[in-house]
C-alpha cells in the first residue's frame, strides 16, 4: 500500500517568510510525528499526533513553529517568519497503535522527508 | 549527557566481516528500541526492533538489548557494499498518554570490497 507522503519535496524561501509544509501519513495510521533533522544528526522530535489533537508539543522550538491534524490524517507544519537556522530536513512518521493508544511496540513509517532553505 | 549516545563513525569493515554498532541510552524508564537504516538523502528505514533483554535475529541483522547496562547494540554479519548507510539507534518511551521517540546522531558504516 502507500506508504507517508510529504509535499513539497524541496522548499527554498527567504529568511522572514511563511512556509506550510504537509504530510499524508498510511491511511488508518492514528498517530503522526514530525522531526527534524540536520546534517549529521539524528531526527529530532517536534511534536505527536494522536488522532486530531496533538498529545505532545513538547518539540517545537518555539512559537513560530506550529502543526494541525483537522481531521485526524493530513498533517500541516507551519512556520512563520522563518530563520537560516530552520534550514533542515523535516520528517513525519505515522503509526498504527494497538486499541487506539499508543504504546511502545508501535513501528514508526517515515515519509521522504521535506528539504527546507531558507536563505 | 545525551538521551541517546551512538559513535558518529565512520566505522570501515572489510565486504564479509561483521559490522557491530553500539549504542547507550540514558533513561531507565525507556521499554523499545530500535535500529534505523539511512541512506544519505533518504529517510531512515526501521531494521530492527527489540522490548527484551537478549538477543533477536532477523536475516544477517542480530539486535541486542542489555537494560541493566542501558546498552543496545547491532551486529550485521556478512557485510555487504549495500549495508554502507548510516545507522540510527532509537528508544521510546511511553509516559501518560504519549510515546515519544529519540534517536541518536547515527553510526556511518561504510563496507568497503
Known amino acids: 500500500g502507500a506508504g507517508v507522503s510529504q509535499t513539497p519535496s524541496n522548499k527554498v524561501t527567504e529568511k522572514g517568510k511563511y512556509v506550510e509544509l504537509r504530510c499524508d501519513p498510511i491511511?488508518?495510521?492514528?498517530?503522526l510525528y514530525w522531526y527534524r533533522q540536520s546534517l549529521g544528526q539524528g531526527p529530532e522530535f517536534l511534536i505527536y499526533f494522536q488522532g486530531t489533537g496533538a498529545a505532545d508539543d513538547s518539540g517545537l522550538p518555539n512559537d513560530r513553529f506550529f502543526a494541525v491534524r483537522p481531521e485526524g490524517s493530513v498533517s500541516t507544519l507551519k512556520i512563520q517568519r522563518t530563520e537560516r537556522g530552520d534550514s533542515a530536513v523535516y520528517l513525519c512518521a505515522s503509526s498504527s497503535p494497538e486499541g487506539g493508544r499508543q504504546g511502545p511496540t508501535d513501528t514508526q513509517y517515515f515519509g521522504p522527508g521535506t528539504r527546507l532553505t531558507v536563505l | 549527557q545525551k538521551e541517546v549516545e551512538q559513535n558518529s563513525g565512520p566505522l570501515s569493515v572489510p565486504e564479509g566481516a561483521i559490522a557491530s554498532l553500539n549504542c547507550t541510552y540514558s533513561d531507565r524508564g525507556s521499554q523499545s528500541f530500535f535500529w534505523y537504516r539511512q541512506y544519505s538523502g533518504k529517510s531512515p528505514e526501521l531494521i530492527m526492533s527489540?522490548?527484551?533483554?537478549g538477543d533477536k535475529e532477523d536475516g544477517r541483522f542480530t539486535a541486542q538489548l542489555n537494560k541493566a547496562s542501558q546498552y543496545v547494540s547491532l551486529l550485521i554479519r556478512d557485510s555487504q557494499p549495500s549495508d554502507s548507510a548510516t545507522y540510527l539507534c532509537a528508544v521510546n518511551r511511553t509516559y501518560s498518554s504519549a510515546s515519544k521517540i529519540i534517536f541518536g546522531s547515527g553510526t556511518r558504516l561504510s563496507i568497503r570490497p
Open positions: 527489540i522490548y527484551s533483554n
Open positions: 491511511s488508518g495510521h492514528t498517530a
